[in-house]
């Protein structure tokens, strides 16, 4: 179709909606926002009959890798230390895609202008797509790689494992509270225009450098429909500030979504970037180095400066401080650390680092060793059972962490950890922005306005709590990560599947008990509970 | 031919992880165990579905973690009247994923494209009497503000609501076959404006918006779109509307009068809209099906569908007696208003017949 054809018709198609006299559409979903009628394009000029045929030819080759990685034995190469990441990632990642799906029709419901209302119909599609052929993906993983245990949990996984809970923000985040909140800050502005680039972009091409070729087809593929979905992001934005009165609130929504998105995807993508390859060249960038381009240049000075010029105020404080925690604080460090510990209640193996690794880290993180290189010591002497408790139970010197309220990464940099009574309850947060996100933010009023459509934070927030005082063998069992014998664990701190004796199995780890921080924390009396967090604040964690 | 100096790649490593390089615990463990497929062997399907929308009926441990402010959280199954034992055990018999979906309308869009392409080579418009064109570029194009609004604003709003992913993605496809649908009517009458002389492509817009025999459509429509129950919504578009207006009009009208009038082309367009139609009415049957002989609930869904049919019924059959006059526009006209009417009837009877539903008492007034 020529590009006159494609204005002309796509001017046609703009002639499908109209104004409604009888009846109008339901409010189903509220937004503290407000949008007058204003005149926006459709920014991609997306037509359904060039749409369909276009996705098509794109899973036929998509398709097609996939058959070429069968025929060509793919799986010989792949690495165990990235594909038993990948049953985290990708136990996740499809859930906030189709939550994408069921997010737009909040933003059509919010937003009063049909030029903008077809572009979002097409987003839907997508989604549609990306999360089932991402559950594909899975599936031919769990089919052809050799250790299918955990991909074959994976959706029941994703909905009981604490690392799933995290990553379900990144999707529960786009579809509940304020419409404009969820679906066009939290999901368009910030997840899709900033941390897709590391999502999809800088973990496929770690994917590639380990062998594994189909992450990058099909993440490749969805990341080409994400380009149209950030600009229905951007003329929404740009819509929303045609009118004063939500600047007040656009800036709210920066700050939580920025520092959300930040504190979840970091953790998750920089720990499977990081600590998932086998890759270490030295001039290999390291995930600082990827966010570095990708976040801090591509998104925060290309796109979020620039809006500074229509007045509004966004987070410098937030970006600089969550370069801060990567590149200072070690906060990819510290998680990956956390998820190693947390092993027995993992669905997935997790390597040691070794001594490449630890020379790569040190080259690319200087002190790295001397903050983390002798707890990976300790995870490798103790990776097999028999003479030895999991590394969680042994005395390593690594206390482990409260959990974030907020954002439910635990509190890592110990020293930001905030304490705080609200709502009646002692709760933990990693940082003053996530004190703020629950404690502010999320509430019925902000700085004095009523905000009667935002949403709340909920559920049963500290994964811990659920099994405070358990034994560990039953949580496991409970949890479901228990291989086909009815014995061995799904999760092994190693990747050694050839001896069984190395293999973990429920007995190795009974009679742990298992405890909640915050439980605990609330048990305290005032004077405990204040000296408990200045040493919690105080402790380097670091093994002797 | 020499490296380039400096060049740095990863250096692929035989690692032998392939299935069956080792025997262990699961290491034959090969498919999604967390639900139970329909048959022996679960569909590709029910793998690529199931559960990516969890349930906190299900795995759900730590429950929904974002809240409305209402308190409201996920998917509540309070969003529909509707009750099930096991909202879990809808399948979409079309087994929609993303494969089927662009390969089914992505041959939908070539089949009328070639359609189009091949009644321009043969100056097919040219025999079209000018009542005809009329006909086309003012019924047949407010037909496509129909499809546009249940696409838009009914099916796409409602795939937010159901409780489970299966049900979400069957209404969200019944979303994207309206919006393509409506796209076909809009863009066939952009080719027929630039190919038949005299057509006016702006004519369906007023016909919509002001003509009196497309208020009570557009009325139909636009209260469907106020409709907050997905359930219903489903119900009121897909059993009671398609049937008594859709398929009267697409069906009983226009394909059956189309030929004696000289065109060949309008019936295969809307040929591709009763297509969509077909495939959407079938996961909506299952659906009301499921619910209707649900054991615990069955009785009162069907109490429930009572009344929603007999709210129904009659705004979709005043939208079906505005539209009558049409009937007598075309110059070849093969069959009358009642016969048409009574055959959607039928048709509407059928459909509820088959999933033991009592025929609204309004049907007949």
């Not at chain 1, 998105?261 to 030295?282: L, M, P, Q, S, W």
């Not at chain 1, 405890?515 to 305290?524: A, C, D, I, K, V």
């Not at chain 2, 009247?81 to 979906?101: K, V, Y």
């Not at chain 2, 009937?327 to 088959?354: H, I, M, N, T, Y």
């Amino acid at each position: 179709m020529s590009r006159q054809s494609l204005t002309k018709a796509h001017q046609k198609i703009t002639e499908l909606s109209w104004e409604p006299t009888f009846a109008t559409p339901a409010t189903r979903f509220a937004t503290d926002y407000t949008f007058e009628q204003a005149p926006k394009k459709d920014p991609l000029k997306q037509i359904l009959r060039s749409y369909f045929p276009m996705e098509e030819e794109k899973d036929n080759r998509v398709f097609g890798a996939m058959d070429g990685a069968i025929r060509g034995n793919m799986f010989r190469q792949v690495q165990q230390r990235w594909m038993e990441w990948q049953k985290l990632f990708l136990s996740i990642i499809p859930f906030p895609e189709i939550s994408a799906a069921r997010a737009m029709p909040m933003a059509i419901g919010a937003v009063p202008n049909p030029q903008i209302h077809n572009g979002l119909a097409v987003q839907m599609i997508d989604e549609v797509r990306h999360s089932t052929i991402q559950m594909n993906l899975k599936r031919l993983y769990m089919n052809h790689y050799i250790d299918p245990a955990g991909f074959d949990i994976s959706e029941k996984a994703f909905a009981n494992c604490y690392a799933g809970t995290i990553g379900r923000q990144f999707g529960e985040g786009f579809i509940t509270g304020d419409a404009i909140t969820a679906a066009n800050v939290y999901l368009t502005l910030v997840a899709e225009t900033a941390f897709t680039n590391t999502l999809f972009v800088a973990m496929p091409s770690e994917a590639a450098a380990n062998g594994d070729y189909l992450l990058p087809t099909v993440f490749h593929s969805v990341q080409s429909d994400e380009s149209r979905h950030i600009s229905n992001g951007y003329s929404i934005l740009l819509m929303a500030l045609a009118d004063e009165r939500n600047r007040q609130l656009l800036e709210r929504d920066l700050r939580y979504a920025w520092w959300n998105n930040h504190a979840v995807v970091d953790a998750a993508i920089g720990t499977f970037i990081e600590y998932g390859t086998k890759d270490r060249r030295r001039d290999r960038d390291s995930y600082a180095e990827m966010w570095r381009r990708w976040i801090y240049d591509d998104y925060y000075r290309s796109y979020l400066i620039p809006l500074e010029k229509y007045g509004l105020v966004i987070p410098h404080d937030l970006v600089e401080e969550a370069w801060n925690r990567i590149w200072n604080k070690g906060y990819v460090h510290r998680v990956a650390q956390f998820f190693a510990t947390g092993w027995p209640v993992n669905f997935w193996r997790i390597d040691g680092m070794t001594d490449a690794d630890f020379e790569w880290f040190e080259d690319k993180y200087p002190g790295w060793y001397e903050q983390f290189g002798r707890w990976w010591e300790a995870y490798n002497r103790l990776r097999h059972p028999g003479s030895n408790k999991p590394i969680a139970f042994e005395d390593v010197g690594y206390e482990y962490p409260h959990r974030c309220w907020s954002c439910m990464v635990p509190c890592l940099i110990r020293e930001d950890m905030v304490a705080d009574e609200v709502d009646g309850q002692w709760r933990t947060y990693c940082s003053q922005t996530c004190h703020w996100t629950d404690k502010t933010a999320f509430r019925p009023t902000y700085e004095g306005r009523p905000t009667p459509s935002m949403g709340r934070l909920t559920g049963e927030r500290e994964w811990e709590k659920l099994y405070h005082g358990w034994d560990l063998a039953d949580i496991i069992k409970e949890l479901g990560y228990v291989r086909d014998d009815g014995r061995t664990l799904v999760p092994q701190p190693h990747l050694d599947l050839d001896d069984p004796r190395k293999l973990w199995t429920l007995d190795d780890v009974r009679g742990l008990t298992f405890n909640s921080p915050n439980t605990l924390l609330n048990e305290m009396t005032p004077e405990q509970r204040e000296a408990h967090l200045a040493a919690y604040r105080a402790n380097r964690n670091v093994t002797a | 031919m020499a490296t380039p100096t400096g060049r740095s790649f990863p250096h692929p490593e035989l690692t032998d992880a392939e299935a069956g390089a080792l025997t262990f615990p699961s290491s034959n463990s090969r498919t999604f165990n967390y639900f139970k497929p329909r048959k022996l062997r679960a569909s590709m399907y029910e793998d690529v579905t199931m559960d990516v929308q969890p349930d906190p009926g299900r795995h759900l441990t730590q429950g929904w973690i974002y809240g409305f402010a209402n308190g409201e959280r996920g998917y509540p199954v309070e969003w529909t009247a509707l009750r099930s034992g096991d909202w879990h055990a809808f399948l979409d018999p079309n087994e929609e994923w993303e494969q089927t979906i662009y390969r089914n309308n992505a041959g939908v869009v070539r089949q009328i494209g070639l359609n189009l392409d091949n009644a321009r080579r043969a100056g097919a418009y040219q025999t079209w009497p000018r009542s005809w064109a009329l006909f086309v570029e003012q019924h047949v194009g407010a037909w496509m503000h129909a499809e546009h609004g249940l696409g838009m604003h009914v099916f796409i709003a409602a795939q937010r609501s159901a409780p489970t992913n299966m049900i979400n993605n069957a209404v969200a496809v019944n979303g994207a076959h309206k919006l393509r649908f409506a796209q076909d009517l809009a863009l066939y009458n952009l080719d027929l404006s630039e190919a038949v002389p005299g057509f006016d492509g702006s004519a369906h817009r007023g016909a919509w918006q002001s003509e009196p025999v497309w208020q009570g459509v557009r009325e139909n429509v636009e209260r469907l779109t106020t409709v907050e129950d997905w359930g219903e919504a489903v119900l009121a578009a897909n059993l009671v509307f398609e049937p008594l207006v859709g398929e009267l009009f697409r069906s009983h009208l226009v394909m059956q009068i189309a030929a004696r009038n000289g065109d060949y082309t309008t019936p295969t367009i809307m040929g591709a809209g009763e297509y969509d139609y077909s495939r959407d009415l079938r996961y909506t049957r299952a659906l009301f099906a499921m619910l209707l002989k649900d054991e615990k609930h069955g009785r009162a869904n069907a109490e429930v569908a009572g009344e929603w049919l007999a709210r129904w019924t009659p705004v979709s059959l005043a939208a079906v007696r505005r539209l009558q006059p049409i009937w007598s526009q075309p110059p070849e006209r093969v069959l009358s208003f009642e016969d048409s009417l009574d055959r959607a009837k039928e048709r509407f009877r059928g459909l509820l017949s088959d999933l033991g539903l009592d025929e609204p008492k309004e049907l007949e007034r």
